[in-house]
């Protein structure tokens, strides 16, 4: 006769918690998982973007400064000193609208872990559904 037998319902019950609370721990290890990779994915994708910014930050301020030079160059003769003055208020517009633009996006950022989220509700209903189960047959309700 095993642990099981000699006992009676009491152990089995005791067994079904112990497994329940195994699967609990091995589901929650796997959604963890699950986060760990969403986080690793958006540090790739976050390091991609500010390499590829700083690079093309750094030659757009390039580009602009050269040609900027040569305009103002051109231009010197016949403005002089406005040569300089328009191509400060085209970067300065230029700014501002980019800065427009970057605060619009930070408002409607995507949700991060979103996949993540979903699982962990969905987990949530399964683990309400069986408990409800469970209840309703300890309490001898079909």
Same mark, same amino acid.
Do not use: E, R
């Given at each position: 006769m095993n642990l099981r037998e000699r006992s009676g319902p009491d152990t089995n019950h005791n067994v079904s918690l112990r497994e329940g609370a195994v699967a609990v721990g091995q589901l929650f290890r796997t959604r963890l998982e699950l986060l760990l990779l969403d986080l690793e994915e958006e540090k790739e994708r976050l390091e991609q973007r500010l390499v590829l910014a700083a690079i093309a930050g750094f030659l757009f301020a /390039?580009?602009? /400064?050269?040609?900027?030079? @040569? &305009?103002?160059? /051109? @231009? =010197?003769?016949? /403005?002089?000193? =406005?040569? #300089?003055? #328009? &191509?400060?208020? @085209?970067? @300065?517009?230029?700014?501002?609208v980019a800065m427009a633009m970057l605060l619009r996006r930070n408002r409607e950022r995507h949700p991060t872990f979103a996949s993540t989220l979903r699982e962990f509700e969905k987990d949530a209903e399964r683990f309400a559904r069986v408990l409800r189960q469970n209840e309703n047959l300890h309490h001898g309700e079909p």
């Open positions: /390039l580009g602009s /400064l050269v040609t900027t030079g @040569l &305009f103002v160059a /051109l @231009l =010197w003769p016949s /403005l002089g000193v =406005w040569s #300089i003055a #328009i &191509f400060s208020a @085209l970067y @300065l517009g230029g700014s501002g």
